[in-house]
């Protein structure tokens, strides 16, 4: 370890070191994901894929099938990836069933025309992540889309830690950025979705954000404001709500400081600049989503006209409160949830941060929080209440995740900024040692069972999967589960390197502010 941080023991904390260093742990955790999930495993990968496809071919959009506000479109794509909506079809939806059911992708590179319900989706993630499949028609094209689809992601996922890192003054912010990244986020940049890029994106832009509301409103670096303007234009661009969550994250943001302060900050020329950039790229989007029906999507079932509108509330609420759990960790299609204590300990330690922020946070602090809560709650209802008759209830977790993964990084940035009122800086860094530990321990029982599932399904054997199993992802799962397990222990001992910078850092000051004194050179 000491071999491979030898910067840390330089006392060299540049900002390219300790970015590549967390960018390339977060990177491979995203690939062993990956190489975790059966290919077209993840939830509409077939359909994302085909999207992809062709829009790196030059077709953004496809032919039209059906009416004018039709989620569908025909699109021409080598035979390879246009055969592949059909893959998972034996194991996607029944997580007692493993993955080696699904026969292998096949085809040639002839022009096919293939039909994808994602087809009005924004093209940026398309583009970019559909460019490896111009390389050929194999299995190693499509690990490639999903390991760009992980770098992509991974590049925000780092940002946002070394954001934290580098410019917050408190080290209980890596632990809110940590929390935001669940385990559910991991999966989603180990494949084709871009669900993945759209929360990365998000949690570099709460941290960021927060960051500056709180700690930079007088003075907001150039290089920190930057970093705000290219998460927030990314998350934007990437899905049909993301213009709208940035919205809401923008309104909180401003809510997390006085008036008196966010018209300081909103004084700042760089800020100034950042704003416009961000609302031109969102009017660019917002163009996209109503011009080519993005917001329309595709189910297979619908609520009837005859039940009550009380009914469809209770009904959209009670599934509001599920998504928390999905939040952390679902995988797979559906149906593939992480064991129940992992759970219990994610939440468990959200559930602190939220109530230690209530308790030292100020005015401001607990308005903003209480209202991103309350969001989190009330826009799924909402939305996928007035969508039922159309769509049905198709809300997920992973919709609501680029809100949900703001409350652990405001939490964490309110109580750092007050923790004095009851704690010490030892307490706060122990308590963050031991939770780190813990966030760790459920990526790995919450990888495991991921594992599991697909080689011998839900009901399956609990260990020998690793030895005999029905599926065999690349590498094997014993050697996988290994992998996972290093870099886990090599990000802990990361953040280890983080926080003793920290508390060496604050030790320094405190000794020179007491010197000082001493000397009579500062008032009491």
Known sequence: MRKIFGWYHKKDFSPLRVFTSVFIIVWLLSIAWSLATPLFGGPDEPAQVIKAAAVARGEFTGKLVGKSNSPFGQVLIPEYYATTRNIPACFHRDPKQPASCAPLPYGSKTPTYAFTYVDRYPPLYYFLVGLPSLLGDHRLELYLMRFLSGFLASLFIATAVVTAVRYSRFPLVILGVILGATPLLMFLTGVVNPAGLEAAAALSTWTSGIIIVKEYFSNPPKSLVLI?????????????????????????????????????????????????????????????????????????????????????????????????????GIFGWSGTDSPFASYFIYIGLISILVILAFILGEKNDIYALSVLIFALLAVPTILSASQVHKIGFVWSGRDSLPLALGIPVMAAETIAMNYKKLFTAEQIGKFLGFSVLLVALVRFVSYTESLRRNAVGTMGPDFDFLFHASFNPPLGNLALLLFEFVLLITFIYLIHIFITHYITKNNCMNKQLTTEKAQGRVRG
């Open 228 to 328: 705000l303007a290219v998460s927030s234009i990314t998350f934007e661009m990437v899905r049909g709500l993301s213009p709208f969550w940035l919205f809401l994250t923008g309104i909180i943001l401003f809510l997390a400081n006085s008036y008196h302060q966010m018209l300081q900050l909103l004084k700042s020329r760089h800020v100034q600049i950042a704003i416009g950039s961000i609302f031109i790229f969102a009017v660019v989007a917002v163009a996209w989503i109503f011009k080519y029906h993005t917001l329309n999507l595709y189910s297979r079932s619908k609520v009837s006209y005859t039940v009550k509108e009380g009914t469809i509330l209770e009904i959209a609420f009670g599934r509001s409160m599920q998504f928390i759990h999905q939040i952390v």
